[in-house]
Nanobody, 117 residues
Framework: QVQLVESGGGLVQPGGSLRLSCAAS????????MGWYRQAPGKQRELVAT???????NYADSVKGRFTISRDNAKNTVYLQMDSLQPEDTAVYYC???????????WGQGTQVTVSS
């Protein structure tokens, strides 16, 4: 059983910063990708950023240059540093763990990020 526990969401003013964390626990393959997705009201869930266990990253165009994803393999934790936040970044952010050998996805419970003045 894999569990993903997210933290770090909240309310921030436009131009501000937040850092999300997601800790994975349980039994899972070391060969995996971790990432963040988000879902705004009335919209589909979309990719924000992913990072492989080797450190290769991928970002949505809308967050490039503002968000930074990183991971600590020793702690099984992935981070999302979000800078220059804008109201359109408001969404529930979900942590994702994709296990490559089994092609299995796991999701966190989600954390709310609200950008508003």
């Amino acid at each position: 059983q894999v569990q993903l526990v997210e933290s770090g969401g909240g309310l921030v003013q436009p131009g501000g910063s937040l850092r999300l964390s997601c800790a994975a626990s349980g039994s899972f393959f070391r060969l995996n990708h971790m990432g963040w997705y988000r879902q705004a009201p009335g919209k589909q869930r979309e990719l924000v950023a992913t990072v492989t266990n080797g450190g290769n990253t991928n970002y949505a165009d809308s967050v490039k240059g503002r968000f930074t994803i990183s991971r600590d393999n020793a702690k099984n934790t992935v981070y999302l540093q979000m800078d220059s936040l804008q109201p359109e970044d408001t969404a529930v952010y979900y942590c994702n763990l994709f296990m490559i050998p089994s092609s299995t996805n796991y999701w966190g419970q989600g954390t709310q990020v609200t950008v508003s003045s």
